[in-house]
């Protein structure tokens, strides 16, 4: 069974997919072309929090089941388990070494074959990841469900029937996206504000079932995906530019503002 | 032997964390400036149902050990929040202990889940203004007369009075000339603190604004014999049962304050530029910072030593008291460099360290000072004469 075509008067089936990445907030330290891992610290992306409180919220009006889906090491259990304490149902977790080193075309490859295990409404994700911000996980599997796509989501208006409207930030301001379930959407950051777990949260999560998996159990050839499957290979790394310290400007208002407006069209050519 | 957090505790902190650093310095200035009860803060806790975080799961709970208290507290002081913070929670995490513990079954179904939901504040009406730490001296009376008790004292130090609707009363059941020893005629009560009854006059104190701390003129107060905890006469022992749990607490606290302070201080210190350099090059600068930060790691191991005894039921009279007293002097030592740290800023009310060294110093005090706490461990564990 690919997919639930129609959920209308039951229940909305809900896959959030989610990354487990190096928190970016902290210092990001690069040697010998790639991210030192040592010592870091791993966060839940922060556009999967978003997607995963656009399910719950989901949940709460239509009823129905959420799952939260992760690729990664064993570390990425913990991001799973706060999905599980924030509400979500049900972790899915595919732990393979030969995950290592995939592209977006890998996860997504990946993914397609784990979603379609069980029936489905809706798959949301953030519009990107926290630490490649490459954004194209989601439409790749969207293209290999052959379901449509809606990104960059900032708002979910209406579910109806096997209709969904979604807003989305587009170059031209906001459009309203009308479309067929299932369907998969990327969340923005101001699609809501995620919500915290709770203490009771957390201690439930124990309880929820989580389900880990490998390459093998979903059938998926290891020379398709990871590093040995990927068509982009990351061939150096470079530090982001350290930001240069800011500028005070003291004196009477009158004469800053021409001292600054001087600097922005002459020296930052903002305007153009 | 495992330094590492379960999976669960390592949840606990990172979501305590967040939700503590939706109240940023400025909130906590705020509320230390204007005197007023953090109430958001404290109902944020109790949605996020941190307040029960200890209570058994049966009364509304989450039945987690004090290990897990800790963790909180210390990102509840962490967070800029300082003692206040500790202190608006504190009571409704663990200061309903001797209920949890001693009470009937009636009271706990009665007061527990409204405790761990938030929905009653508790004050802790034990020290009084003659008697200190002498606690079995203290010198208000609670007589029985039919179906109840009338008290009549004085009460100092008491946190929360202002906004609080229950107090933990401790109070002389049988004169000390008529029992064997000083401990024994002492009773505890959970009763409504009455206004009429309870003149509650707050202190001008010098940190921790936001929590109020008061002086209690009790006149009569008429105590149903049913808010009596446990025997009568027994509530000297019952209070003791808390006391290395409150110690522990306390002492996660003061380590917040610490790693706080020093967070600030390392920060300003790399930013700060003079003579053509960040003071934080220097080391002068640089040496106190990190020797604080070496005993703030010393006094967290001690403190989740003491927690984890606690919780495995092992006696850990000494490693609560030892954690207490680390905990505290390196919390306000911490505090005390990063101010030094910051010189002229750090004196100023806008770069909120001077806040956390006011309220640093509130643990070097209180609950116990840490002169009897060495007391304690002179006697106790070196088995040197009593001094006291």
């Given at each position: 069974?690919?997919?639930?075509?129609?959920?209308?008067?039951?229940?909305?089936?809900?896959?959030?997919?989610?990354?487990?990445?190096?928190?970016?907030?902290?210092?990001?330290?690069?040697?010998?072309?790639?991210?030192?891992?040592?010592?870091?610290?791993?966060?839940?992306s922060k556009w999967d929090e978003n997607a995963i409180e656009a399910a719950l919220v989901l949940k709460d009006a239509h009823d129905g089941e959420v799952t939260a889906v992760t690729i990664g090491?064993?570390?990425?259990?913990?991001?799973?388990?706060?999905?599980?304490?924030?509400?979500?149902?049900?972790?899915?977790?595919?732990?393979?070494?030969?995950?290592?080193?995939?592209?977006?075309?890998?996860?997504?490859?990946?993914?397609?074959?784990?979603?379609?295990?069980?029936?489905?409404?809706?798959?949301?994700?953030?519009?990107?990841?926290?630490?490649?911000?490459?954004?194209?996980?989601?439409?790749?599997?969207?293209?290999?469900?052959?379901?449509?796509?809606?990104?960059?989501?900032?708002?979910?208006?209406?579910?109806?029937?096997?209709?969904?409207?979604?807003?989305?930030?587009?170059?031209?301001g906001k459009e309203v996206v009308e479309v067929t379930l299932p369907a998969l959407l990327t969340a923005n950051d101001s699609l809501n504000e995620p919500r915290l777990a709770s203490l009771r949260?957390?201690?439930?999560?124990?309880?929820?079932?989580?389900?880990?998996?490998?390459?093998?159990?979903?059938?998926?050839?290891?020379?398709?995906?990871?590093?040995?499957?990927?068509?982009?290979?990351?061939?150096?790394?470079?530090?982001?530019?350290?930001?240069?310290?800011?500028?005070?400007?003291?004196?009477?208002?009158?004469?800053?503002?021409?001292?600054?407006?001087?600097?922005?069209?002459?020296?930052?050519?903002?305007?153009? | 032997?495992?330094?590492?957090?379960?999976?669960?505790?390592?949840?606990?902190?990172?979501?305590?964390?967040?939700?503590?650093?939706?109240?940023?310095?400025?909130?906590?200035?705020?509320?230390?400036?204007?005197?007023?009860?953090?109430?958001?803060?404290?109902?944020?806790?109790?949605?996020?149902?941190?307040?029960?975080?200890?209570?058994?799961?049966?009364?509304?709970?989450?039945?987690?050990?004090?290990?897990?208290?800790?963790?909180?507290?210390?990102?509840?002081?962490?967070?800029?929040?300082?003692?206040?913070?500790?202190?608006?929670?504190?009571?409704?995490?663990?200061?309903?202990?001797?209920?949890?513990?001693?009470?009937?079954?009636?009271?706990?179904?009665?007061?527990?889940?409204?405790?761990?939901?938030?929905?009653?504040?508790?004050?802790?009406?034990?020290?009084?203004?003659?008697?200190?730490?002498?606690?079995?001296?203290?010198?208000?009376?609670?007589?029985?007369?039919?179906?109840?008790?009338?008290?009549?004292?004085?009460?100092?130090?008491?946190?929360?009075?202002?906004?609080?609707?229950?107090?933990?009363?401790?109070?002389?059941?049988?004169?000390?000339?008529?029992?064997?020893?000083?401990?024994?005629?002492?009773?505890?009560?959970?009763?409504?603190?009455?206004?009429?009854?309870?003149?509650?006059?707050?202190?001008?104190?010098?940190?921790?604004?936001?929590?109020?701390?008061?002086?209690?003129?009790?006149?009569?107060?008429?105590?149903?014999?049913?808010?009596?905890?446990?025997?009568?006469?027994?509530?000297?022992?019952?209070?003791?049962?808390?006391?290395?749990?409150?110690?522990i607490l306390v002492a996660a606290e003061s380590i917040g304050i610490g790693r706080v302070a020093l967070d600030r201080a390392a920060r300003y210190a790399k930013e700060r530029v003079v003579f053509?350099?960040?003071?934080?090059?220097?080391?002068?600068?640089?040496?106190?910072?990190?020797?604080?930060?070496?005993?703030?790691?010393?006094?967290?191991?001690?403190?989740?030593?003491?927690?984890?005894?606690?919780?495995?039921?092992?006696?850990?009279?000494?490693?609560?008291?030892?954690?207490?007293?680390?905990?505290?002097?390196?919390?306000?030592?911490?505090?005390?460099?990063?101010?030094?740290?910051?010189?002229?800023?750090?004196?100023?009310?806008?770069?909120?360290?001077?806040?956390?060294?006011?309220?640093?110093?509130?643990?070097?005090?209180?609950?116990?000072?840490?002169?009897?706490?060495?007391?304690?461990?002179?006697?106790?564990?070196?088995?040197?004469?009593?001094?006291?």
């Amino acid at each position: 069974m690919r997919h639930r075509a129609d959920f209308s008067g039951g229940e909305l089936n809900v896959i959030v997919l989610i990354k487990h990445v190096i928190d970016v907030e902290l210092n990001v330290r690069v040697r010998d072309g790639s991210v030192v891992q040592d010592g870091m610290t791993y966060v839940l992306s922060k556009w999967d929090e978003n997607a995963i409180e656009a399910a719950l919220v989901l949940k709460d009006a239509h009823d129905g089941e959420v799952t939260a889906v992760t690729i990664g090491p064993e570390r990425s259990g913990e991001s799973l388990r706060k999905a599980l304490a924030m509400g979500v149902d049900k972790g899915v977790h595919i732990n393979d070494p030969a995950t290592e080193g995939s592209d977006s075309m890998g996860y997504a490859r990946i993914l397609a074959k784990t979603v379609t295990r069980q029936p489905y409404d809706l798959i949301l994700a953030g519009r990107q990841s926290q630490d490649t911000d490459q954004g194209g996980t989601g439409p790749m599997l969207a293209e290999l469900l052959n379901i449509p796509l809606v990104g960059n989501v900032v708002e979910i208006a209406a579910v109806d029937g096997t209709k969904l409207t979604a807003h989305r930030n587009g170059d031209a301001g906001k459009e309203v996206v009308e479309v067929t379930l299932p369907a998969l959407l990327t969340a923005n950051d101001s699609l809501n504000e995620p919500r915290l777990a709770s203490l009771r949260g957390i201690m439930a999560a124990k309880n929820k079932p989580m389900e880990i998996l490998t390459l093998a159990d979903l059938e998926i050839d290891p020379a398709t995906v990871g590093a040995a499957g990927a068509g982009t290979e990351v061939v150096e790394m470079q530090p982001p530019r350290a930001r240069a310290a800011g500028q005070k400007f003291e004196g009477a208002p009158e004469e800053i503002t021409k001292e600054v407006m001087g600097l922005l069209v002459n020296e930052a050519k903002i305007f153009g | 032997m495992d330094f590492q957090l379960t999976d669960e505790q390592e949840a606990i902190r990172s979501e305590v964390r967040r939700l503590c650093s939706r109240f940023d310095d400025d909130y906590w200035r705020e509320k230390d400036k204007s005197h007023s009860f953090p109430e958001e803060f404290y109902q944020a806790f109790a949605e996020g149902g941190w307040l029960g975080i200890a209570m058994p799961e049966e009364y509304g709970g989450a039945g987690c050990g004090i290990t897990e208290a800790a963790l909180i507290m210390q990102e509840a002081t962490a967070s800029g929040g300082c003692a206040a913070a500790a202190s608006t929670v504190h009571m409704n995490i663990f200061g309903a202990n001797p209920l949890v513990v001693h009470g009937s079954a009636e009271q706990k179904a009665a007061y527990l889940p409204k405790i761990a939901s938030g929905k009653i504040k508790v004050a802790f009406g034990v020290t009084e203004p003659e008697t200190g730490l002498d606690t079995t001296h203290l010198k208000t009376k609670a007589v029985r007369k039919g179906d109840h008790f009338v008290v009549d004292g004085r009460k100092v130090w008491i946190s929360t009075a202002q906004v609080a609707s229950k107090i933990l009363l401790l109070a002389r059941t049988t004169p000390l000339e008529q029992v064997s020893r000083s401990t024994e005629g002492l009773s505890l009560f959970f009763t409504d603190l009455d206004r009429k009854r309870i003149d509650v006059r707050e202190i001008d104190k010098c940190g921790r604004g936001a929590v109020d701390s008061n002086e209690l003129f009790i006149d009569g107060l008429e105590v149903p014999v049913e808010d009596l905890i446990g025997e009568e006469g027994k509530g000297f022992r019952y209070l003791l049962d808390g006391l290395n749990p409150e110690r522990i607490l306390v002492a996660a606290e003061s380590i917040g304050i610490g790693r706080v302070a020093l967070d600030r201080a390392a920060r300003y210190a790399k930013e700060r530029v003079v003579f053509g350099r960040p003071i934080g090059q220097n080391q002068s600068v640089q040496h106190p910072l990190a020797d604080s930060w070496v005993r703030l790691q010393a006094a967290e191991l001690l403190v989740l030593k003491a927690a984890w005894m606690y919780d495995n039921g092992h006696p850990c009279g000494a490693e609560a008291n030892a954690a207490k007293y680390l905990a505290a002097e390196t919390g306000f030592q911490a505090a005390d460099r990063a101010m030094q740290t910051l010189g002229g800023f750090g004196y100023s009310r806008e770069y909120h360290v001077e806040r956390y060294w006011r309220e640093a110093k509130l643990f070097r005090i209180a609950p116990i000072s840490p002169e009897l706490i060495l007391c304690y461990i002179a006697e106790r564990v070196l088995g040197l004469p009593r001094s006291y």
